[in-house]
């Protein structure tokens, strides 16, 4: 029997059945696909590419907030729009480097999400929804005030002035800044499983599973629920921050309702307690939409989370797995 102290805590425990090489084989192959591919694209699609990389670190972050700890967000674009935001506030106004704005970002973003995760402790499921909803109608409104137009730039936005790269790497802009996306995405993936597996996550996991259960072992379910809507916030703004400085502008409206929804959506068809599903996720969400007239553009988004929701309720992530444990049930009874 295995250690219940070993078990990470997710439903997904079985990945434990997967044999090591052959996840260090995936993880290598991916690895190698990844910087190889800015050198064989053109500009546009290594920006492109670039831009998955910040959604995933968006979309990584409701999986740890749903996936981990059972709680629910329809406002992720808003912390998103924070951490764009405080970039380009502090490059413009606080003659800030972009690489000392991103650290900033993801502290401001944290810090926003902790404050707004605290007083969501009283609330139900529901009405957390709800906050959550309300915080994404509302922050692109504020965005547009006239008194905050000196730092927002209003309806029209923000221009950013995102650096070159070092001439001495040989790297044309879209490179660099595609490789300094990966770097951050692969960083806080490999945050985020550390997090899954360690002992807090066996903490939120117990939280998620059952609240009242979880309190008389010991575990401050205050603590814990506030600072993982922080930490899910912060992976938020900074995925906001990097797609601010790929994009060189944020304006308020991109970042409406709608796009938490699609951050949202990307999440459950990748799978919420899938890590890696994050990167699946965010190219889903990337690529779909852009496939198909502006008419369309939502349809297919629609269709594979009504499929997810009936045939595959744990995403592409979960089905993958299914069918490998079919697969090594099958191979098991063959020898």
Do not use: C
């Amino acid at each position: 029997m295995r250690d219940p102290k070993k078990i990470p805590a997710r439903p997904d425990r079985d990945l434990g059945a997967i044999p090591p090489s052959w996840r260090r084989t995936a993880i290598t192959l991916f690895l190698v696909a990844a910087v190889v591919l800015p050198f064989v694209t053109e500009g546009y699609t290594t920006y492109r590419l670039a831009m998955v990389g910040a959604l995933a670190i968006a979309i990584l972050g409701i999986n740890l907030l749903t996936g981990l700890s059972g709680q629910f967000s329809i406002g992720h674009g808003a912390f998103f729009a924070i951490g764009a935001y405080t970039t380009s506030i502090a490059m413009s106004h606080g003659g800030l480097s972009a690489y000392s704005a991103l650290p900033l970002a993801a502290v401001v973003s944290f810090t926003a999400g902790f404050l707004i995760g605290w007083p969501a402790l009283r609330l139900s499921l529901v009405h957390l929804m709800l906050m959550t909803w309300s915080l994404s109608l509302a922050l692109p409104q504020v965005l547009k005030l006239d008194a905050l137009s000196p730092w927002t730039g209003g309806v029209s936005g923000v221009y950013l002035d995102r650096p070159d790269p070092p001439a001495w790497l040989g790297l044309s802009d879209d490179q660099y800044w595609y490789f300094v996306t990966l770097i951050f995405m692969l960083g806080l993936i490999w945050l985020a499983t550390n997090l899954f597996n360690s002992r807090s996550g066996r903490a939120l996991g117990a939280i998620r599973d059952n609240e009242i259960a979880a309190a008389p072992m010991g575990i401050n379910v205050a603590i814990f629920k506030t600072t993982i809507f922080g930490i899910s916030a912060m992976y938020a703004g900074i995925g906001g921050a990097l797609t601010g400085l790929l994009a060189d502008f944020v304006a308020p409206d991109t970042y409406s309702l709608f796009f938490s929804i699609l951050l949202l959506a990307g999440a459950v068809m990748a799978g919420i307690y899938s890590v890696w599903g994050a990167v699946v996720g965010s190219m889903l969400v990337l690529y779909l939409p852009a496939a198909l007239p502006t008419s369309l553009a939502l349809m297919p988004i629609g269709f594979i989370v009504l499929a997810v929701a009936f045939v595959m309720p744990g995403g592409i992530s979960g089905l993958l797995l299914r069918k490998y444990r079919q697969f090594a049930l099958r191979r098991e009874l063959h020898h």
